[in-house]
């Protein structure tokens, strides 16, 4: 029954307090990405065959991988010469012929370009940003293990990715060239799994787990299969965003044998949800291997209600449930690309209602210092007492909500009804 309208604290709620960030628009009329996909291949890497381009160990050995490679492709400016090369003496280019055709080189603010190519503001020293801000190496139980949550570890098998995303959590890795961890540090990682019967999630990741050859995946996923209490493995990967080519028939049909193996991904606008990228979903689903979406709120890229409404659509009609929309962490090199909170809350509150639970991912924040996770939304509470709840929906209106009669108040454990306690932290901005 709506009964009132809430006022609000007007900056944190009211979407049209923000135009749209350059580059964030997604205009109905825009290119598709797999069209603009073939003409800049044509216009770019008309001389490559088909089965090169399809292979992914040509995209792999093709990447552009310094300024020289890129000026070849594409002019640059003096200056642009300049700074790119001062950015890639900290942190390195990497980006694979098919990221770079996904690019729309007419734009200096295509959010797709944003992600990949150099800029400047990545040497600004902020002061308060740091290299390991989640602490991770605080963590390791072992080299490239991290233990961080009860039940749960990170092994980080290689710091090689098919393309180096400007806004990457683990940059700090870039400058240590490339490595894939050796056969003993691989079995140290086990041991500690092995030894530690509450683990029972493994996440593989890097770097990206799926620049290892099949077989040497294989060997990983193997050892974790024969370890009893290791429930389920999970692989974090941008391949299928960058590189989908490596989602071949040969490495499904291996992850299919040690299932259940989940996949994660990392798309961050709809552009990059080409035919290649859905095809590249599909065939890994097909293999009984769910797959789920974690992006990064990203300035210029996909900080706006429209972006984020678009790349949620996107991915449901891709069958990849988007799963998590992080808050950009505290990373040195990566300022320019952060976003603040409250958009990201206003986003999450223009997504709620207008499209389906199933599109709207969980928006958190990975706590500096190994913290951990916390999601992060606007509370739809607005009073409670004695089992009568007040809420406010999507639109602001007012709807009351009674507890089943005959059901005590749950107390904390000091006595107290904890009534009392949701009360003291209701939001401060909702007035009725
Ligand atoms: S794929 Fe992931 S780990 Fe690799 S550079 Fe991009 S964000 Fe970083």
Request: hydrophobic share 35%; aromatic share 6%.
């Amino acid at each position: 029954m709506a009964q009132a309208t809430i006022t609000r604290q007007k900056d944190l709620f009211d979407l049209s307090a923000d135009e749209e960030p350059p580059g964030c628009t997604v205009n109905e009329a825009d290119e598709p990405p797999s069209l603009r996909l073939l003409r800049n291949r044509e216009k770019f890497f008309s001389n490559v065959r088909d089965e090169d381009w399809n292979d992914w160990k040509w995209q792999f050995r093709n990447r552009i991988s310094s300024i020289e490679d890129l000026t070849k492709l594409t002019p640059l400016s003096l200056r642009d010469q300049v700074n790119m090369t001062l950015v890639t003496n900290k942190y390195p280019i990497s980006i694979t012929p098919y990221y770079f055709c996904l690019i729309n080189h007419d734009d200096p603010a295509d959010p797709v370009r944003r992600q990949a190519m150099p800029a400047i503001e990545e040497t600004a020293l902020t002061g308060i940003l740091s290299e390991d801000p989640l602490e991770e190496e605080r963590d390791s139980v072992v080299p490239g293990l991290v233990h961080r949550y009860p039940d749960r570890v990170l092994m980080v098998v290689t710091d090689i990715c098919p393309m180096l995303c400007r806004h990457c959590t683990r940059k700090r890795e870039w400058r240590h060239g490339r490595w894939v961890r050796k056969p003993e540090e691989i079995d140290r990682m086990i041991a500690y799994i092995r030894d530690n019967a509450a683990i029972r999630d493994v996440i593989v990741s890097g770097g990206d787990p799926l620049t290892l050859s099949t077989r040497q995946l294989e060997c990983i996923l193997k050892k974790l299969r024969q370890i009893e209490h290791v429930e389920i493995i999970r692989i974090g990967s941008r391949v299928p965003v960058v590189m989908p080519q490596r989602i071949d028939d040969e490495l499904c049909n291996m992850l299919e044998k040690y299932a259940p193996i989940w996949l994660n991904t990392h798309f961050n606008t709809v552009r990059e949800l080409t035919d290649e990228a859905r095809t590249a979903c599909d065939r890994i689903l097909r293999h009984g291997i769910p797959v789920n979406n974690q992006s990064v709120l990203l300035a210029g890229v996909n900080d706006s209600v429209q972006a984020q409404t678009a790349l949620c659509h996107g991915l449901l009609r891709a069958k990849v449930r988007p799963y998590y929309l992080f808050q950009a962490d505290e990373v040195e090199g990566t300022e320019h690309l952060r976003t603040t909170v409250e958009k990201g809350l206003r986003i999450i509150e223009g997504l709620r209602g207008h499209t389906s639970g199933l599109g709207i991912p969980t928006y958190v924040i990975d706590l500096p210092g190994g913290g951990g996770k916390v999601p992060l939304q606007t509370s739809y509470l607005v009073s409670r007492s004695d089992g009568h709840f007040v809420f406010k929906n999507y639109k602001g209106k007012i709807y009351h909500y009674h507890n089943p009669k005959g059901v005590q108040a749950e107390t904390g454990r000091n006595g107290k009804s904890k009534v009392n306690n949701l009360q003291m932290a209701l939001p401060e901005m909702v007035a009725v």
